[in-house]
């Protein structure tokens, strides 16, 4: 089976990196384990992980310590706590580090395939937004190469962006009711989405005189049919 995504389960107890990588393995996700936070740091830095899952209660992890050094190392990396001592402090932290959510062990089954398949979707997005910044640099002397080759592929990586963080809102919706859940997990509202297509438009519509691009008109174009799409009820 082709791995859904590379992730890393650090935990200090023996049962649960065995039981939950056996699971993850199940759903698609290639696993890798570590038993403390020193341990996780040291895989982090050799490899480039999708989603990281992260006890609370082990050594070196006071005060959320892992995730304060991963997101460090890593930026962008999306991370689940899944504890068995849930706290509102560590809760109320874990939303202040931005943690994509606060699980309770045991973990359906369901519950970690919809919160994984969301991680790895922004955690995929995300490279993608990066890689195009990357992109757009070397043509940032030159305004009508920028423009033209570079402004549609962003502005379009944004709007797909976009319409995902939608589905994944969707789908959060539909997780287990009592579930403890970071205020991280909640996409962006419907709503917002749309007003910000309709005004990425205007704004193209607005400077099509100044740029007399065919990239632009044809990436105006795209978006309008999109918000046919999700402006719908």
């Known amino acids: 089976m082709a791995s859904g995504g590379l992730v890393l389960l ?37 490899r480039d992980y999708d989603v990281l899952i992260s006890d609370i209660d082990m050594p070196g992890n006071d005060e959320l310590a892992l995730v304060t050094r991963a997101q460090a190392l ?43 398949e969301a991680a790895v979707h922004v955690r995929r997005l995300w490279r993608a937004v990066q890689d ?47 579930q403890v859940r970071s205020e991280m997990a909640a996409a962006v509202p419907q709503t917002d989405l749309v007003d910000a297509l309709r005004e990425t438009v205007e704004v193209l519509h607005d400077t099509k005189n100044s740029f007399r691009s065919k990239a632009l008109a044809r990436l105006r174009h795209r978006l309008e049919q999109l918000l046919g799409v999700v402006g719908q009820d």
């Open 132 to 178: 195009a910044g990357t992109r757009l640099a070397p043509l940032a002397g030159d305004e009508d190469a920028l423009v033209d080759a570079g402004l549609e592929a962003l502005l379009w990586s944004v709007a797909s962006a976009a319409t995902q963080l939608g589905a994944i809102q969707a789908q959060a919706g539909r997780l287990a009711p009592g």
């Open 74 to 116: 890593r930026p962008g990396l999306p991370v689940l706590i899944v504890t068995g001592s849930p706290s509102f402090d560590t809760a109320r932290a874990a939303v202040g580090l931005g943690v994509r959510a606060y699980l309770l062990k045991p973990v359906s089954m369901d519950v970690y395939a919809a919160e994984m």
């Open 10 to 46: 650090a935990d200090d107890d023996p049962v649960v990196r065995s039981t939950d990588s056996l699971r993850l393995a199940r759903l698609g996700y290639e696993c890798q384990t570590a038993p403390d936070a020193d341990s996780a740091m040291a895989l982090l830095a050799d």
